[in-house]
């Protein structure tokens, strides 16, 4: 962890700053050029997620033979077709301009359903299934507009700071919160209770809760890593009083041991422990920060407020479809058989 300068001998008069010595190669502390997180696989586990979970709303299963093997090309074509939609929307993510960027987005994501939807009908139904296919597929794709629609806005952002920095690292993790979120908003697609089937028989919804289980835990781990990010802006922000201006070009600070890069700001402190006997000819860098701590804590504030929110909205969900399911499988219970009179 950063530590305020430690105080120096008597003998040794502090510097106001660090002064960079005459010579030497060094590391250079600012990192590698950022490089804008990829949508294919965000898409993909959207797409995969969302084909099981189109089933259970549809209630693939309960026809029998009529929808057999309906459930398996869900779960390949759709990933499949988010995963295309991931490859052609990626030059998106750097369009100065947002409504465009958005809007080509929704015709890739709505284009993409109807492909889908229709290859799926004729997948199973022949040609008759075309129409009915394709129109399926674009219902469909408007419920998972919004999904796709958050992960680009994540994707958006990340590329404000600097590559590898607090920011950036929370940034990076608000595209896997949107995928989480958008799965966990996606169970509520086993609360429609279709009481009445043919063949009297009630697909399972397992797995679909399951996932939602797992989408709140991945929000709380991701909301864990933003509560950690920021209780380190708001340390070093309290320890910066006690650190010198510091130049980025100085060796001292680019070999410096502790280094922590905020993201936000050019601003470069260090904490310096200053020489004490004579034969030292520099002060030695304990430590360094760099960019704005104020900007960082603002926006990691965000970023954790919105992990909170996710994580609220996500329990939910997830709670009110499990208990929705529970009270329909005790409502269609059989009731138990009364006991025989003597």
């Known amino acids: 962890m950063l530590q305020p300068n430690a105080p120096a001998p008597a003998s040794a008069a502090a510097p106001a700053s660090v002064s960079a010595p005459a010579a030497a190669p060094t590391p250079a502390l ?44 869900f779960v390949v074509v759709t990933p499949l077709c988010a995963l295309l939609l991931g490859v052609l929307v990626q030059p998106t993510v750097h369009w100065p301009r947002r409504a465009a960027a958005f809007l080509a987005a929704a015709v890739g994501v709505l284009s993409a359903g109807l492909m889908g939807g229709a290859l799926i009908g004729v997948m199973r139904w022949s040609r008759w299934g075309l129409g009915e296919g394709a129109a399926t597929g674009f219902v469909c794709a408007l419920g998972f507009l919004p999904a796709f629609a958050l992960v680009l806005a994540a994707a958006r952002r990340v590329g404000r700071a600097r590559p590898g920095s607090l920011v950036d690292r929370a940034d990076r993790r608000a595209v896997w919160l949107a995928v989480a979120v958008s799965v966990a908003l996606g169970t509520l697609a086993a609360l429609p209770d279709w009481n009445v089937f043919p063949t009297g028989v009630r697909p399972s919804l397992e797995v679909s809760r399951t996932l939602g289980v797992a989408a709140v835990a991945a929000i709380f781990a991701l909301c864990l890593g933003d509560a950690v990010a920021l209780a380190r802006a708001l340390r070093v922000e309290r320890l910066l009083s006690a650190m010198r201006p510091a130049s980025a070009d100085d060796p001292r600070v680019a070999w410096s041991p502790r280094k922590l890069d905020l993201g936000l700001g050019e601003e470069t402190r260090a904490s310096v422990l200053s020489a004490a006997v004579v034969y030292r000819e520099h002060d030695r860098v304990l430590s360094v920060v760099r960019g704005n701590p104020r900007d960082a804590r603002r926006a990691l504030l965000g970023a954790f407020a919105c992990g909170v929110v996710a994580l609220g909205v996500g329990g939910a969900c997830v709670s009110l479809t499990g208990a929705r399911t529970a009270s329909a499988a005790d409502a269609t219970a059989p009731a138990p058989i009364a006991a025989e009179a003597r």
């Open 30 to 73: 600012a990192p590698a050029p950022s490089r804008v997180p990829r949508l294919s696989l965000p898409y993909a586990v959207l797409g995969a997620v969302g084909g099981w979970m189109a089933a259970d709303f549809f209630r693939v299963g309960a026809l029998k033979l009529m929808d057999a093997g309906l459930r398996p090309a």
